[in-house]
């Protein structure tokens, strides 16, 4: 059975930081690429990042570019998400999601790749 757990949400400042964590159980971590996505109340899930398995390769939406930083330890079998200069707008339920095919060449943002999830941590950004 696969497992992940987020860790790292809170209440922040805008222009402030914090670092999510995801430890993921039961599949071989190594070969899959992850994601993460977020919603806000009365809002879709959306993409925020992905990356690859082996974590040479990412992508981001245009929304997070050049503030949020997604990164994984697969010694660990565990993903980060590093988040700066936040802002209001960022604040969501953050998830974390494991891709359901091994060794893929590029990580998807369509949350229908992705086949397990975690339960979400909350993130507050106050203005």
């Known amino acids: 059975q696969v497992h992940l757990v987020e860790s790292g949400g809170g209440l922040v400042q805008a222009g402030g930081s914090l670092r999510l964590s995801c430890a993921v159980s039961g599949r071989t971590f190594s070969r899959h690429a992850m994601g993460w996505f977020r919603q806000a109340p009365e809002k879709e899930r959306d993409f925020v990042a992905a990356?690859?398995?082996?974590?040479?390769?990412?992508r981001y939406a245009e929304s997070v570019k050049g503030r949020f930083t997604i990164s994984r330890d697969n010694a660990k079998n565990t993903v980060y998400l590093q988040m700066n200069s936040l802002k209001p707008e960022d604040t969501a339920v953050y998830y974390c999601?494991?891709?359901?095919?091994?060794?893929?060449?590029?990580?998807?943002?369509?949350?229908?790749?992705?086949?397990?999830w975690g339960q979400g941590t909350q993130v507050t950004v106050s203005s």
């Open positions: 999601a494991v891709d359901d095919i091994e060794w893929a060449g590029r990580a998807s943002d369509s949350a229908s790749r992705y086949d397990y």
């Open positions: 990356i690859t398995w082996s974590g040479e390769s990412a």
